[in-house]
């Protein structure tokens, strides 16, 4: 497996890590736990050393199934996790205020550690902006913890530019992690210069449109009733009709290449920049193998810009997010 460098960052993982979320929470009913273990360890063993996920997963239970199935490799592969949620007691004990104070995050980063059976987090996001906290109290605070040995490095998550400055001042930001993809391709206009001035990683969550781009959803599809996608405005059941013109394109790329629609729209986030790791999140073995794979497919200058010229005439139908989501990205 290939390395690369979040930025100018010391922190060197895998050219493409593992999303967690998937296995607790989110993507239908929580996935076998032996399961899911044995597919983390089958992940560290293809090379895989980077791991997402966070508190609010689950909740709490991901971090506690990541802890456990990497406890034998603690020192040979990188966890990251995340910050800024805790529990509504006016919205039925949701996980859905933020909370972004510094001593929640002190609380928080304890609570943590301890699920994830490690004495200090690699990459430590801000899960979502609050904006009831100054981002330079919250920078601050994270700060402190890497001083102390319990951090060793910031990241921010769905941040605007603004923030990314003011939270950069302060304490360097290793990484953020957005959305980025073939059909969410809105972080090239503002976000990524500041990333490239300011020698910070990208980490690309849903970077197979949640599923959508690796050709295996289609109009027909019906997913669980817990399964968030439901309440995605561009996976509702017409705009899933409307946009299957990208996936035939990057099936029609993935035939020239002898690879899948999955593996170039991974390919094609490693080509964009050097210090792009985007993490794929799956609970089956078979789809692992294949978007590792994806570091082995070649795509020339010519390649993406014939990609990007064909999918730019493609009109995307829909959000990628819920109203109440949407509000909390780009602040």
């Known amino acids: 497996m290939q390395k690369r460098k979040l930025g100018n ?11 967690c979320t998937g296995m607790s929470w989110s993507y239908g009913p929580p996935k076998d736990k032996q399961e899911m273990i044995s597919l983390l360890h089958v992940a560290v063993e293809r090379g895989v050393t980077f791991f997402d996920t966070a508190e609010v997963y689950g909740p709490l239970v991901n971090e506690e199934l990541v802890g456990e199935a990497l406890a034998p490799f603690r ?18 004990g949701k996980w859905s205020t933020l909370n972004s104070r510094p001593e929640h995050i002190k609380q928080a980063l304890e609570a943590s550690l301890k699920r994830l059976k490690l004495d200090v987090i690699d990459l430590y996001y801000q899960h979502r902006v609050d904006l ?8 601050g605070a994270v700060k402190e913890l890497i001083q102390q040995g319990k951090v060793k ?9 603004k923030t990314i400055r003011r ?18 391709r809105e972080p090239e206009k503002e976000i990524m210069p500041v990333m490239e001035e300011l020698g910070i ?14 050709g295996k959803i289609n109009e027909a599809t019906k997913f669980d009733s817990t399964d968030f996608r439901n309440t995605v405005p561009r996976l509702t059941v017409e705009n899933r009709k409307a946009n299957q013109p990208l996936v035939d394109l990057l099936s029609t790329f993935a035939q020239q290449k002898k690879s899948t629609p999955a593996q170039i729209a991974l390919a094609w986030l490693l080509a ?21 794979g994806a ?14 010229s064909a999918s730019s005439r493609i009109k995307l139908e829909g959000a990628r997010y819920s109203a109440f989501h949407q509000q909390l990205t780009g602040r």
């Open 9 to 19: 960052s010391d922190l060197e993982v895998s050219a493409i890590g593992l999303g």
């Open 272 to 292: 964009k920049k050097p210090w792009i790791v985007p993490i794929p999140g799956t609970t089956k073995l078979n789809r692992l193998e294949e978007n590792l």
């Open 153 to 161: 490095h910031f990241g921010l998550s769905e941040a605007g530019a």
């Open 75 to 92: 020192g040979k592969v990188a966890i990251a996790t995340k910050f800024g949620w805790e529990p509504n007691p006016n919205d039925g």
């Open 201 to 214: 990683g990208f980490v690309p969550f849903s970077p197979l449109g949640k599923g959508f781009l690796t």
């Open 132 to 139: 009831n906290v100054p981002i330079e109290d919250v920078a």
């Open 295 to 308: 570091v082995n497919v070649e795509l020339t200058p010519e390649d993406i810009h014939a990609i990007e």
């Open 167 to 184: 939270a950069h001042a302060v304490q360097p930001v290793t990484a953020l992690q957005s959305e980025y993809s073939l059909w969410f």
